[in-house]
């Protein structure tokens, strides 16, 4: 009726000695330092153990002749700001508000550059019999390809 739960005790191994060594993954491992030297002076010396770079690319060719020659541009370049004399830290609080702007639509750009000049020229007479000023601003002696240049700017989105 009941049955006694027994636990037995195997004194052998599971794999009987053996380990799977290939799980364990040791890349550029084996060998002395003088033998590290030797392999790295001459790789094709020991065409069975190439050394792993692990992911990391190459900063140059070799060339026919088998020397090494650095490539500037494939050196990682990091362009690091100065923040000497910043006042913002370096963390955002989670606590800080979100910020929710609409879109920035054509209207919004008429109503912030042209919109007051036009309503003060309507206002004082300045205005042509086709509805253009008589003292036109910078903005509006600008060419359509001068304008467009100046929209892509970088910086031109802040006011």
């Known amino acids: 009726m009941f049955n ?30 003088i033998f590290k030297k030797l ?45 000497e004399g910043c006042k913002f830290k370096p963390y955002v609080s989670y606590r800080a508000p979100d910020v929710i702007q609409s879109e920035f639509t054509s209207q919004d750009l008429y109503n912030a550059i042209y919109a007051q000049k036009v309503i003060d020229d309507f206002k004082s007479g300045a205005l042509e019999e086709d509805g253009s000023p008589k003292v036109p601003s910078a903005e509006e002696t600008l060419s359509p390809d001068e304008a467009w240049k100046r929209t892509r700017k970088t910086g031109s989105d802040i006011f």
Do not use: C, W
């Open 39 to 83: 392999r790295a002076a001459n790789p094709d010396q020991y065409p069975d153990m190439p050394v792993d770079k692990r992911g990391v690319r190459d900063t140059g060719v070799t060339t026919a002749d088998g020397r090494y020659v650095e490539i500037a541009a494939k050196i990682p370049e990091l362009i690091v700001p100065n923040l």
């Open 4 to 33: 006694i739960i027994r636990r037995g005790i195997s004194t052998s191994t599971v794999a009987a000695g053996k380990h799977n060594f290939r799980k364990f993954l040791l890349y550029n491992k084996r060998g002395t330092r």
